[in-house]
């Protein structure tokens, strides 16, 4: 998917003449790049002995939408088999922030160490609050 959520395709406007640019997806040839770049890092991993983490599967073309804004961008997506099932940003480094207070001791007042921990986990994601030890 494109990452982001529930927003769709923004429209934002960048550069000096206030180009605007479609955030969350890719052009066709962007995905097609993706893919074989993945497959060159891959074969270069593997001739070290390593295993890439991606394995290119694919490219999805979204169906377009007249809601869209820019509707005749067309927008594509690459597609891989990841080897794990998380996304280091959005659930490891999350899920170690769940853990910190089980491995490192609290400290006394209130939050003491974790109360910066629980504020950086709540702004990178709010629904965690529930799931929140500390």
Do not use: I
Not at 10 to 34: I, Q, S, W, Y
Not at 52 to 76: H, I, M, Q, T
């Amino acid at each position: 998917g494109c990452g982001n959520r529930d927003e769709g395709f923004p429209v934002e406007a960048k550069g000096d003449h206030g180009e605007l640019n479609v955030r969350g997806c890719c052009f066709e040839h962007t995905a097609d790049t993706e893919l074989r770049m993945t497959e060159l890092a891959s074969k270069a991993l593997a001739e070290a002995g390593l295993e890439c983490a991606n394995r290119s599967a694919g490219s999805f073309r979204y169906v377009p939408d007249v809601e869209w804004p820019l509707p005749k961008v067309e927008r594509w997506c690459a597609v891989f088999e990841t080897l794990g099932n998380a996304r280091l940003g959005d659930h490891l480094l999350a899920g170690l922030l769940l853990l910190m207070p089980y491995l490192v001791p609290l400290t006394s007042g209130g939050d003491g160490a974790f109360g910066s921990l629980k504020q950086a986990a709540l702004m990178r994601d709010p629904l965690f609050h529930d799931s929140l030890p500390f």
